[in-house]
C-alpha cells in the first residue's frame, strides 16, 4: 500500500509515517517545512519528503492519504483532494485503525510532561522486556526513533488534545480508546483552537468515556482542573499521584505507593516536573505488569528527549541549554530545575512562538514565570500581537527585549560569563539560535 502524508514533518505525522514504514507500506510525503531531529529521522527510515503542497505529489493517486492537522481549507492541495473525493483519513484515526486496535494502549495526556512520561514509560516498558510498540512526540536517546510499531501487546502514546484535522475538530486523544490512562494536569493552552479552559475540559471529557471499566486511571491528585474533568463523569478505577497523593516522591526522595517505600527515584533530569513524570510513568507501567523497583532500574538509566533541557554544547564555561517550554507554567519548572544544574546564573532566552503565546494570551504571566532567571532575553518579532516590554516590564533591569535575532544574540554573549547557564526556550528551531550563541561565544573567547 502507497501512504501519503500531508505534514509528514510534523512530530506527531512524521510517527505515523514511521510505524507505517515500519509495517511494509511505502510512504511518501508532502510538507511546507522540514527541520530535526524529524527531518532527520524520516531521511535515514529512506521515506521522500516533496517541499510544499503540489496536487502533482499525489500522482499517481496513493491508496490512502493521511492529512495532518497543519493543513486548511483554502490550501491548493486540499481544495484539490476534496474536488476529486480523494480517500482522506486523519492520522489519528489511521493509527486507531491499522495500529491500536486490539492491543493494551497505554495513553498520556495532559498541558505539560506528555512526551517526557511517554518516553519515559516506553524506555521502562523495554528495559522490562515488554517489546511495546510507541508514538512520542520527541526524539528520546533510548528509543532511537519517536515511534515504533512493536511487537508486543502494549503501545505507548503521548495523546494530544490538539484538533485531529481540519474536517475532524475533535481532540486527536478520542480515537485512542486507552486501557491505560495517565493525566498529568490540565491548563488552559491552544488559544488558537479552544476558547477557554471549558472548552478543553469537554475533550478531557470525551476521552474519559473512551476508557473501559476494566482498565485504569493514572491522575495528578493536585490538579483542581483534572479533579472537575473526573467529576463530570468516570467509569474507570482511578489512583493519584503528586504531594501528598498515594504515588508520591518524599523528601527523602523515595518513590512511595501508599505505606509502601519502593526505593529511591534516581534521574538525570532535573526538576520536580521530571520526578513528577517518572512517578506518573511508574504508576502506568505497573499497570500492565511492571514491578516498580524494576521500573525504578529503568529510570536511573533514562537519558531523556532532545529539547527538555539538552545541553546543546558548553563555551569558555558558559552551558547553552534547550528546552522546549512554551506556556509559563512549563517555563517556571523549567527555572526552577536549573537550580538543579551545575551553574551560577541563569539566563533565560525566551521565543514566544506558539500560537497561544503570539495571542499574547498569556503575556500577563510571563513576567512571574521569568523571575527564577538571573536575566531574561525575549525576542519580539514584527508581527507578535502585544507590547513584550510593557507585559515583562516587572522585570526591571533584568529584562532585554530584541526585535532581531542578531541583537538578541549579541545581547545574551555580552552578558553571559564562565558558569553561567544560558537555557533558550521555544517550540521552534528559534532561527537556529542554539549554535549561533555557541558561534558567537567562541568567537568572544
Known amino acids: 500500500m502507497h501512504v501519503h502524508i500531508l505534514g509528514i514533518c510534523g512530530t506527531f505525522m512524521a510517527g505515523i509515517a514511521a510505524i507505517a514504514r515500519e509495517a511494509g507500506h511505502r510512504v511518501t510525503g508532502s510538507d511546507a517545512n522540514a527541520w530535526p531531529p524529524m527531518s532527520t529521522q524520516l531521511e535515514q527510515l529512506g521515506i521522500e519528503v516533496m517541499r510544499g503542497y503540489a496536487p502533482e505529489h499525489l500522482e499517481p ?41 486490539g492491543r493494551h494502549v497505554l495513553a498520556v495526556a495532559g498541558t505539560h510532561g506528555k512526551t ?90 470525551h476521552l474519559l ?91 536511573a538509566t533514562f537519558r531523556g528527549v532532545r529539547r527538555r533541557m539538552e545541553l546543546r554544547g558548553t563555551v569558555a564555561g558558559v552551558q547553552v541549554f534547550d528546552d522546549f517550554a512554551h506556556h509559563p507554567t ?30 499574547g494570551t498569556h503575556a500577563q504571566a510571563l513576567a512571574a514565570s521569568l523571575q527564577a532567571a538571573t536575566h531574561s532575553f525575549v525576542y519580539a518579532p514584527p508581527g507578535l500581537g502585544w507590547d513584550a516590554s510593557q507585559a515583562l516590564a516587572p522585570l526591571g533591569a533584568r529584562l532585554t527585549v530584541a526585535t532581531e535575532l542578531d541583537a538578541l544574540v549579541q545581547a545574551v554573549v555580552a552578558e553571559a560569563r564562565s558558569g553561567d547557564a544560558v537555557l533558550v526556550m521555544s517550540n521552534g528551531d528559534f532561527g537556529g539560535v542554539h549554535q549561533r550563541l555557541l558561534d558567537a561565544l567562541h568567537d568572544k573567547a
Not at 480517500?87 to 495500529?99: D, K, R
Not at 495528578?220 to 493519584?240: E, F, H, M, Y
Not at 505505606?259 to 534521574?267: K, S, Y
Request: aromatic residues 6%; hydrophobic residues 45%.
Open 209 to 299: 468515556r473512551t476508557v473501559p471499566a476494566h482498565g485504569q486511571i493514572i491522575v495528578n491528585g493536585a490538579d483542581d482542573n483534572l479533579a472537575r474533568v473526573l467529576a463530570a463523569g468516570c467509569w474507570t478505577p482511578t489512583i493519584a499521584f503528586g504531594d501528598d497523593q498515594p504515588w508520591r516522591v518524599g523528601d527523602d526522595g523515595q518513590l512511595w505507593q501508599a505505606a509502601r517505600c519502593i526505593g529511591p527515584l534516581t534521574l538525570a533530569q532535573p526538576g520536580a516536573h521530571n520526578r513528577s513524570n517518572a512517578v506518573a510513568a511508574v504508576a502506568a507501567a505497573m499497570d500492565v505488569g511492571v514491578d516498580p523497583e524494576d521500573a525504578l532500574a529503568a529510570l
Open 116 to 205: 517526557t512520561t511517554s518516553a519515559m514509560l516506553t524506555h521502562i516498558l523495554r528495559a522490562t522486556g515488554q517489546e511495546p510498540g510507541w508514538l512520542v512526540g520527541g526524539f528520546a536517546a533510548d528509543l532511537g526513533v519517536s515511534a515504533a510499531l512493536g511487537s508486543g501487546p502494549c503501545f505507548v502514546i503521548e495523546a494530544d488534545e490538539y484538533d485531529t484535522a481540519f474536517f475532524d475538530k475533535r481532540s486527536k486523544f478520542v480515537h485512542y480508546r486507552p486501557r491505560t490512562l495517565v493525566l498529568n494536569n490540565l491548563e488552559f493552552d491552544h488559544a488558537d483552537i479552544f476558547d477557554d479552559l471549558r472548552a478543553i475540559e469537554r475533550q478531557f471529557q
Open 61 to 101: 493517486t496513493p491508496d490512502a492519504i493521511i492529512v495532518g492537522n497543519v493543513m486548511t481549507r483554502g490550501n491548493i492541495l486540499v481544495e484539490h483532494l476534496l474536488a476529486t473525493d480523494a480517500p482522506l483519513v486523519s492520522g489519528p484515526q489511521w493509527l486507531a485503525e491499522h495500529v491500536l486496535r
Open 330 to 359: 512549563a517555563i517556571q519548572a523549567t527555572l526552577d530545575a536549573a537550580r538543579d544544574l551545575d551553574a551560577g546564573r541563569v539566563l533565560a532566552v525566551l521565543e514566544p512562538r506558539s500560537n497561544t503565546m503570539r495571542m
